[in-house]
């Protein structure tokens, strides 16, 4: 078991990843910027139902979608909150908010959408 | 020449003194009726929690922002602008399971309604509420007649904004402020500025700042003008 995770960890080294768990408890910081901005459309419960998704051609993201949340890497995530959708090759609807939030809510954002959905932080470098 | 001149006099403090009773009488119901949700004037405090926080949209620039006729109106028959309040997020609840979430109807106050004299006077104190304000420049919206079709698919489709705000009546309630009575409701100077920058009026605003140029903002603009409820259209 050791020597997998080992080989875990080397692998990873040498895709040139780092991977850190996500935390036991969220930034109450990350909370209120999550339920500002982000609940009207990805709602109370993260899981994309926001009240204004009722209407939206596309709909929001679930962020409780361990899936595809582990399929996404945080430089994407950040760079989809910073700069919308567009900038990931997804929906216009998601829009930027590089004007409103700073880098380093964004980056406190990421974090939280990784407690949210359960999965690893993975940066590529 | 000496009756004359008190003729004069007293002709114009009969225009006058009315005018200023007017006047100081919509003043007092903004301080005693209204100061305890909306702010009057420009808060020292900008912080996210102020804004998370306050009861009523800021007035503090109400004379650049609003339609004088449209606020006599509103202020005796006042109907919802913000389906889900000021603050979506104190009055959303998770709604069935898979649906979208729902406003709970109960945390949402009701808008006093004043007499149709008050609300001329309140209306006439608030037009002057900010009226030389810089945060709207004369002149932001071009004016011209937008292409109804292009403005409209820009606002539901290309740009998002119909993500957040309703652009006719009955649609299910949104974050956002209802647009269909915009035309009615807000001067387009205004319109133009704060859709180019929402953080300059509120400050951590959760409507994003998009990257707009300015014919899309004066499309967006022109559009939202003709979008009215009351005479007009």
New interface residues.
Partial sequence: MKTLACSLTVLLGALGASVSMAADEPSPQAVKLYDTYCVQCHGVNRDGNGINSATMAVKPRDHTDSKAMGDTPDDLLFKAIKSGGLSVSKSVLMPTWGGVLTDDEIRLLVQYLRFVSKTQSTTNQ | MKRTRAQFVTILAAVLVPALTHAGKGEEILQSQCSSCHALSKPEDTS?DRL?NRKGPDLYYAGVKFNKEWLVRWLQAPTRIRP?GVM??KV????PA??????DESLLPSHMKLSAEDAAAAAEALAALGADSPLVTKGAFKGGAPNVMMASLLFN????C???HAAKPG?????GPELYTAGDRLKPDFVAEYIRDP?KFDP???M????LNDGDIQKLTGYLMTLKQEGGK
């Fill in positions: 996210l998370l889900a979506y997020r959303v609840k998770a709604g898979g649906s979208a979430d729902v406003v489709k290309l740009r998002g119909s993500s957040c649609e299910p309630p949104h974050s953080q951590h605003i959760w994003p700042k998009l990257e």
